[in-house]
């Protein structure tokens, strides 16, 4: 097969359908409730309607939502009384992230009782998705641009990405290639809360925006006119707040599965406390990096971020969502 052929079939690959993927499961621990389905635009909106929207008119156009059992009612009902007759094209789908989602070989630690983190929760939709795909958080809001900078990376991707479907038959004599995926990126000081620190993933890129590393910073916050983290050791880290940080929002093919499975599995034998310790999807996305498994392109973005974190972040983000020009937000408004 010649090299135009198959550079032929893996951009028809990347243009069958684009899927979204929402990580809706997280208990909201310092929000406190429900954050996922807190209205906070002009008409009710909740966040993830924002988000379904910009992503429909990116091109996306298949839906999963990863979401707990205990939300499940709550959440599919909400969900399909605004979407459920909206489009013919739209399809989506529920899958839950349950704590014995595991490989075989590992048993359930018995004082466990939360998530095992963002990783964990994107490998619970992996049986559902079979095209190029973008993960997002349910409780942030993205804004428009991101969408359209992963459908263009995905209609135009690298020379060397390989599109597999997940069920491929050639997938596991395939590991051994690099993958190319991507990343949409925010301005630090775009990115913190009034109220309280935040967790970030500050990120490292090369000339050309290639992705080198990820630092989890777990405690960020404004200090005077600085922008600090503080270590484990709580030694302080000065932030110029220009830093490019993940917020949660990338571009998979379905081959990330198999990778993450087993960056999963590495996770539960390393770990010395599995009762609290959560697999994150930065971390093992830094780690594939770090060994050269796969590359990812980092999306830059001005977009304004907003999302909640704490309890008092609600106001804020209600503010700046009614804040918006109108034509944002009335955008949203014939969904439902």
Same mark, same amino acid.
């Given at each position: 097969?010649?090299?135009?052929?198959?550079?032929?079939?893996?951009?028809?690959?990347?243009?069958?359908?684009?899927?979204?993927?929402?990580?809706?499961?997280?208990?909201?621990?310092?929000?406190?409730?429900?954050?996922?389905?807190?209205?906070?635009?002009?008409?009710?909106?909740?966040?993830?309607?924002?988000?379904?929207?910009?992503?429909?008119?990116?091109?996306?156009?298949?839906?999963?939502?990863?979401?707990?059992?205990?939300?499940?009612?709550?959440?599919?009902?909400?969900?399909?009384?605004?979407?459920?007759?909206?489009?013919?094209?739209?399809?989506?789908?529920?899958?839950?992230?349950?704590?014995?989602?595991?490989?075989?070989?590992?048993?359930?630690?018995?004082?466990?009782?939360?998530?095992?983190?963002?990783?964990?929760?994107?490998?619970?939709?992996?049986?559902?998705?079979?095209?190029?795909?973008?993960?997002?958080?349910?409780?942030?809001?993205?804004?428009?641009? &991101?969408?359209?900078?992963?459908?263009?990376?995905?209609?135009?991707?690298?020379?060397?990405?390989?599109?597999?479907?997940?069920?491929?038959?050639?997938?596991?004599?395939?590991?051994?290639?690099?993958?190319?995926?991507?990343?949409?990126?925010?301005?630090?000081?775009?990115?913190?809360?009034?109220?309280?620190?935040?967790?970030?993933?500050?990120?490292?890129?090369?000339?050309?925006?290639?992705?080198?590393?990820?630092?989890?910073?777990?405690?960020?916050?404004?200090?005077?006119?600085?922008?600090?983290?503080?270590?484990?050791?709580?030694?302080?880290?000065?932030?110029?707040?220009?830093?490019?940080?993940?917020?949660?929002?990338?571009?998979?093919?379905?081959?990330?599965?198999?990778?993450?499975?087993?960056?999963?599995?590495?996770?539960?034998?390393?770990?010395?406390?599995?009762?609290?310790?959560?697999?994150?999807?930065?971390?093992?996305?830094?780690?594939?990096?770090?060994?050269?498994?796969?590359?990812?392109?980092?999306?830059?973005?001005?977009?304004?971020?907003? &999302?909640?974190?704490?309890?008092?972040?609600?106001?804020?983000?209600?503010?700046?969502?009614?804040?918006?020009?109108?034509?944002?937000?009335?955008?949203?408004?014939?969904?439902?």
């Amino acid at each position: 097969m010649s090299n135009q052929t198959k550079n032929d079939r893996r951009d028809t690959c990347h243009l069958n359908n684009l899927t979204l993927v929402i990580l809706a499961a997280g208990m909201g621990s310092r929000y406190g409730g429900l954050k996922q389905l807190d209205p906070v635009g002009p008409h009710g909106e909740v966040l993830l309607d924002y988000s379904i929207h910009d992503a429909l008119q990116a091109g996306f156009n298949d839906i999963v939502f990863v979401i707990r059992k205990e939300i499940e009612t709550i959440f599919k009902e909400y969900v399909t009384s605004r979407y459920a007759h909206y489009h013919q094209a739209l399809k989506m789908h529920f899958v839950f992230q349950e704590l014995h989602d595991l490989p075989t070989k590992n048993a359930l630690p018995t004082m466990r009782a939360k998530p095992w983190g963002t990783g964990h929760a994107l490998l619970a939709a992996r049986h559902l998705v079979t095209s190029a795909f973008a993960v997002i958080n349910a409780d942030d809001y993205y804004g428009p641009s &991101g969408y359209k900078l992963l459908a263009n990376f995905f209609s135009h991707p690298p020379a060397s990405t390989p599109i597999l479907h997940h069920k491929s038959p050639s997938l596991a004599n395939d590991l051994d290639q690099q993958r190319a995926y991507a990343m949409v990126a925010y301005p630090l000081k775009k990115t913190l809360s009034e109220h309280g620190a935040v967790s970030r993933g500050v990120c490292q890129a090369a000339k050309n925006f290639d992705l080198l590393k990820i630092t989890e910073l777990t405690s960020i916050r404004r200090s005077a006119s600085l922008m600090v983290a503080e270590n484990n050791d709580h030694s302080i880290i000065p932030l110029t707040g220009e830093e490019w940080v993940s917020l949660n929002f990338w571009g998979f093919t379905p081959d990330i599965f198999a990778l993450l499975e087993k960056e999963f599995a590495d996770f539960l034998t390393s770990q010395e406390n599995l009762t609290t310790a959560e697999f994150y999807l930065p971390a093992a996305v830094n780690n594939l990096i770090q060994t050269k498994k796969i590359t990812v392109k980092l999306l830059p973005t001005q977009d304004p971020w907003l &999302g909640l974190t704490h309890p008092e972040d609600i106001t804020h983000v209600k503010h700046a969502l009614s804040s918006l020009p109108v034509s944002s937000n009335n955008r949203i408004k014939y969904l439902y």
